[in-house]
C-alpha cells in the first residue's frame, strides 16, 4: 500500500502560479503510475495529468496541457504539478492518485487517493 499527501494548494490570482506536491510513503511511488484530478463544489472528478512510473510519459486534459505541468522526482516520491496561467475556473480540490496501470484517466481505475488540497483562483 501507499499513502499519499498533497500539499501547496492555497488563494492565488488569475493569471497567477502554484505548484502542488504529492508525497508518498509506505510502497514507493516508483512503483506506481501517478496522477492529479481535481473536483469543484457540485462537480464530478475531473482527470488532470497522470505521469508514468519512470517519468517518460505523461498525458493531460486537453484543456490543461498547454497550462499545467506533472513531473515527479522518484528519489523523493514525490509528484509534482506545476499550475501556470491559472484561471478562476481551476478553482478544486486537488487529488493526487496511485495506480498500477499507464495512462488511466478514470477516478475509479485508482487506488490509492491523497486527501486533498484546496486551490482557489480569484478573478
Known amino acids: 500500500q501507499v499513502q499519499l499527501v498533497e500539499s501547496g494548494g492555497g488563494l492565488v490570482q488569475a493569471g497567477g502560479s502554484l505548484r502542488l506536491s504529492c508525497t508518498a510513503s509506505?510502497?514507493?511511488?516508483?512503483?506506481?503510475?501517478m496522477a492529479w484530478f481535481r473536483q469543484a463544489p457540485g462537480k464530478e472528478r475531473e482527470f488532470v495529468a497522470v505521469?508514468?512510473?519512470?517519468?517518460?510519459?505523461?498525458s493531460y486534459a486537453d484543456s490543461m496541457k498547454c497550462r499545467f505541468t506533472i513531473s515527479r522526482d522518484n528519489a523523493k516520491n514525490t509528484v509534482y504539478l506545476q499550475m501556470n496561467s491559472l484561471k478562476p475556473e481551476d478553482t478544486a480540490v486537488y487529488y493526487c492518485?496511485?495506480?498500477?496501470?499507464?495512462?488511466?484517466?478514470?477516478?475509479?481505475?485508482?487506488?490509492?487517493w491523497g486527501q486533498g488540497t484546496q486551490v482557489t483562483v480569484s478573478s
Open positions: 492518485a496511485a495506480a498500477n496501470s499507464f495512462p488511466l484517466v478514470v477516478a475509479a481505475s485508482y487506488n490509492y
Open positions: 509506505g510502497r514507493t511511488s516508483s512503483s506506481y503510475a
Open positions: 505521469i508514468s512510473r519512470s517519468g517518460a510519459g505523461t
